[in-house]
C-alpha cells in the first residue's frame, strides 16, 4: 500500500543529461519514465514540475549581461522543451500524461488551469508543469512548492543528483553527512542549497513536506512512495 496518494515529482533537468554534457540522454529519460509508470501503476497520482539546467546551463554563457528577468524566460522555456520530451517519453512507455505550461505557448502546450489539472490527475494521467511559476526571480524548485500546494498534493519529492540533504554541498565537501530528516527551518538557517529558500518557505507555511533523494539510484521513487526510509526528510 503507497504511503502517499497524490504526489508533486520535482525531477531534476541536469539529471536527464545522464553522461552526456548538456541535453537529453534517451536511456535516462526512458529510466525514469518507467520509474514513474511503475508508481502509477501502485494507483498513485502522480504530478512533475522539471527543472531546465541541462539546456539553459548550456546556453548560459549568452546571457551573461543580458536582462535578468529575459533571461529567466529562457530558462522557462527550457522547462518547456523538457516538459516536451518527458510527456512524449510518458506516451511512448503507455503512461497518459498531459503538459500544461504557466507561460502562454498555446499552440504548442495547453495552458496550466488548476480544474483541469485536478481532473487529469483523478484519470489517473500524469501531469507536467512546464514553464516553473510562470514568472522570473523564481526556480522550478518553488513551482515544485507552488504546484504542489495547489493540487493538495501530500509531499514534494525533489529528484535529484545527490541522495539526500546534507551539513553541506556533497559535491564539494567530501566529509558532509546527510542527514535523515531536517526541518525546513534548520534547513534554512544552515543556508543548505539543495533547495532555495523561498521554495522551502513556501512548503513550511504550507506544512507540505519534502523529500530529498537521488534519481540515479534504481527503485528509489518506488521506494520512497512506499514510505520507506531513502534520502531525506525535510519536515516543519
Ligand atoms: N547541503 C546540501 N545537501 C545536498 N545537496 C546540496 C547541498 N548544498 C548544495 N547542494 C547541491 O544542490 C544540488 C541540487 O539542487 P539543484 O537545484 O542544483 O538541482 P536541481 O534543481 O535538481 O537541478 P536543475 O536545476 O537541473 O533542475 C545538488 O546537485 C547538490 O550538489
Ligand atoms: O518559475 C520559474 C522557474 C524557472 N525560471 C528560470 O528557469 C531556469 C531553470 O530552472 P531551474 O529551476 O534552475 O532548473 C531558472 O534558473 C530560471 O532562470 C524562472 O525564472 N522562474
Redesign the pocket.
Given at each position: 500500500m503507497p504511503a502517499h496518494q497524490r504526489i508533486l515529482l520535482?525531477?531534476?533537468?541536469?539529471?536527464l543529461m545522464g553522461d552526456d554534457a548538456f541535453g537529453i540522454n534517451r536511456a535516462t529519460i526512458v529510466r525514469i519514465v518507467e520509474e514513474v509508470a511503475e508508481v502509477t501503476r501502485l494507483g498513485v497520482q502522480v504530478a512533475i514540475v522539471?527543472?531546465?539546467?541541462?539546456i539553459f546551463?548550456g546556453v548560459a554563457g549568452g546571457s551573461v549581461g543580458m536582462d535578468r528577468a529575459t533571461a529567466d524566460y529562457m530558462g522557462m522555456l527550457a522547462t518547456v522543451m523538457n516538459s516536451l520530451a518527458l510527456g512524449d517519453a510518458m506516451e511512448r512507455a503507455g503512461v497518459t500524461a498531459r503538459v500544461m505550461s504557466a507561460i502562454a505557448i498555446e499552440q504548442v502546450v495547453e495552458p496550466y488551469v488548476r480544474p483541469k489539472a485536478l481532473q487529469y490527475l483523478e484519470e489517473g494521467k500524469v501531469v507536467i508543469f512546464a514553464a516553473g511559476t510562470g514568472n522570473p526571480f523564481f526556480?522550478?524548485?518553488t513551482a515544485a512548492a507552488l504546484r504542489g500546494a495547489e493540487i493538495g498534493a501530500e509531499i514534494v519529492l525533489?529528484a535529484?543528483?545527490?541522495d539526500?540533504?546534507?551539513?553541506?554541498?556533497?559535491?564539494?565537501d567530501a566529509s558532509?553527512k546527510r542527514y535523515q530528516s531536517i526541518s525546513f527551518d534548520e534547513a534554512m538557517a544552515r543556508q543548505?542549497?539543495?533547495?532555495?529558500a523561498t521554495a522551502f518557505a513556501l512548503c513550511r507555511d504550507q506544512n507540505l513536506p519534502v523529500r530529498?533523494f537521488s534519481i540515479f539510484k534504481p527503485g528509489a521513487l518506488r521506494r520512497v512512495v512506499m514510505g520507506e526510509d531513502e534520502g531525506t526528510l525535510v519536515h516543519v
Open positions: 520535482k525531477l531534476s533537468g541536469e539529471a522539471i527543472g531546465g539546467g541541462n546551463r526556480t522550478t524548485d525533489k535529484t543528483k545527490v539526500g540533504v546534507y551539513t553541506a554541498d556533497p559535491k564539494k558532509a543548505l542549497q539543495v533547495m532555495d530529498v
